[in-house]
């Protein structure tokens, strides 16, 4: 019976460790509860959840046949928080594109506020039948690292949606899950948790877009800094979507490489 002692002092260690281990994380999640709460308060819902309709041809007057825009996503995508429909995202894209090519881009939106990437299916199921656009961005991810998406799932959907653009001739650009360490309404220490989240969200996009043959911008490699820096310029009024500045230095960063996408050779 002496010798079962040390295995049974063994096991009640152990057992202590793991209660111990059980009721820090069952705490841990319990503060971050809390404090997405809290961010969820602050943020609101000011802007509402609809983004202004940008879908026109823009810059009409130059000569040429307009090149086909698309854009899918989430609320980033659509432009929520830009208070003229020009300063949308995708408007920004779609000038940016225009003024170097010299030809008027025609701009379709079927980006979702609140989308998650197994929503992108749906999106291109709404388009019109026999849509084909020259070139498609994709903005997605936020919403998925919210959600505590599986990162596989992520990649399937997205990889889903660029093969089957691709299919139909369409160049494919993805920018990658922002940097939701930028968000300052999201207290500490959850929002330092959501930037590793969002940087491992946007390394597995990066992955599964480049295996799949489409171009990839990182958004928090190319603005995130700014958005660190600058949050009262770059965001707006719920602190949490880009404002018309937020929405610029985006499309900036998008822009050179939906220009290298359209002249690329297809195939």
Not at 151 to 178: D, K, M, W
Not at 195 to 216: K, L, N, P
Not at 240 to 258: K, N, W
Request: charged fraction near 20%; charge should be positive; hydrophobic fraction near 50%.
């Amino acid at each position: 019976m002496q010798l079962l002692q040390p295995w049974r002092r063994a096991a009640l260690r152990v057992g202590a460790v793991v209660a111990f281990v059980v009721a820090m994380v069952a705490g841990v999640r319990l503060l971050f509860m809390r404090q997405a709460a809290i961010a969820r308060a602050r943020i609101g819902k000011p802007l509402g959840e609809e983004a202004l309709r940008a879908d026109r041809v823009w810059r009409r007057s130059l000569e040429g046949s307009p090149v086909k825009l698309l854009v899918l996503g989430d609320s980033l995508a659509a432009g929520l928080g830009a208070a003229e429909r020009k300063h949308t995202l995708g408007a920004r894209i779609a000038k940016g594109v225009a003024r170097k090519l010299r030809r008027p881009v025609r701009l379709r939106t079927a980006a979702v506020v609140g989308a998650e990437s197994h929503q992108l299916s749906g999106q291109l199921d709404s388009l019109p039948p026999g849509f084909r656009a020259d070139v498609a961005v994709i903005v997605v991810g936020g919403n998925d690292v919210t959600h505590v998406n599986s990162t596989e799932s992520v990649a399937r959907h997205l990889r889903a949606a660029i093969e089957r653009l691709q299919a139909q001739g369409t160049a494919v650009v993805v920018g990658t899950c922002p940097d939701l360490g930028a968000l300052r309404s999201v207290p500490q220490p959850l929002r330092t948790y959501l930037s590793r989240m969002s940087r491992r969200m946007a390394a597995v996009q990066a992955r599964a877009a480049t295996r799949a043959g489409a171009s990839v911008v990182s958004l928090r490699k190319t603005v995130g800094p700014v958005f660190r820096a600058d949050p009262a310029e770059m965001f707006s009024i719920d602190n949490f979507h880009p404002s018309a500045a937020g929405y610029r230095r985006t499309a900036e960063a998008l822009v050179p490489a939906v220009i290298a996408a359209i002249a690329a050779p297809a195939g």
